[in-house]
């Protein structure tokens, strides 16, 4: 990759990030006058804070993707030093797609089986962008899934890892700085793997998150919602299937599956003893007089480190960000 290119990169996370920047504190004024707000369960007076926010990420991805592609078909003489891929596009409507289901959820609240159903189908636009079904695994070899891959692993990869993002959240900034921490790392991957398909997505989503996460960083001013949730994670599963790194974004994701699996290991001992105190269903922790968490048991991820040692909803989320790092660092080295 020449230096050019990677400058352009740079631009593209720098006007993102600003468009996030200055879209954000006009977002949040109003959020707050509409009363769409939700309550900061780890803080000692259980502020109210404006929710929904994720919205701004993906209206300002869909912003620069509208202006560049105005920019490239102006008559004249402007050129444009940016080449948006049929990948880039079919990625962003997926997220759009996905953005825009949380919304319809947040306020009707359509049910689990439906919400699977219906997201299943929202991945297949991805079906056009794919240019092989061949999938590196590490100690195996390529295999070929052939239309399997196209009618099952795409839209069930691109479900999972939404409702991935989804759930491994809770705390100020731990969703949306997991998701910035993937996606700098998908990045860098594709650069040292020359495949630039995705850049421009990556590189817009990367500095759209990191404003974000300016305020959603403890003490979080803006939370992201669903919204912000499904369409990041769908946009992140998007990126891998599309790439082909299945096994690597596999691997980024383990804390995320981790996460999942306790939490399903909780639910189904729930089922079967609902009667046990330490089984019951529990949401939040709490915040005690010195600002250290209690959280209730050491059944999801986050809460772990809480239950164990004395922390800070900020320590822990900290804690989260380092134990997401290494397994990103790991997936550098997966080939696909």
Known sequence: MQIHEIGLIAVMILVSFSAVMVLLPSVI?????????????????????????????????????????LLAHLPGHISVPIH?????????IVAGLFAAFGLVDDFLDVGRLVKIFILFFFSYRLIFEITSTMVLVPFVGYIDFGVL???LIIPIYVLVTANLANMHSGFN???????????AFLLLKMLLEGCYDCVFILSCLLGAIFGFLWYNFYPAKILWGNIGALSIGAAIGA??????????????????????????????????????WRWRTVKFGEVLADGTLKVPNRLTLKWVLPYYYQMTEKQAVLAMYALTIPFCVAALFIHG
Do not use: C
């Open 29 to 69: 004024r109003r959020l707050v006058r509409k009363g769409v707000v939700a309550v900061d369960r780890y803080k000692k007076d259980l502020r109210e804070i404006p929710t929904r926010g994720g919205i701004v990420i993906i209206g300002a991805v869909f912003l620069i993707f509208g202006i560049v592609s």
């Open 84 to 92: 948006l891929t049929g990948a880039d596009w079919a990625i962003l």
């Open 149 to 151: 891959y196209i009618s």
């Open 173 to 183: 900034g731990l969703a949306s700085g997991l998701s910035a921490i993937i996606i």
């Open 239 to 276: 990126i891998i299937v599309v790439s082909g790194f299945l096994v690597s974004g596999f691997v980024m994701l383990i804390p995320h599956t981790v996460n999942f699996l306790m939490y399903a290991y909780w639910r189904l001992m729930h089922r079967l003893h609902p009667h046990e």
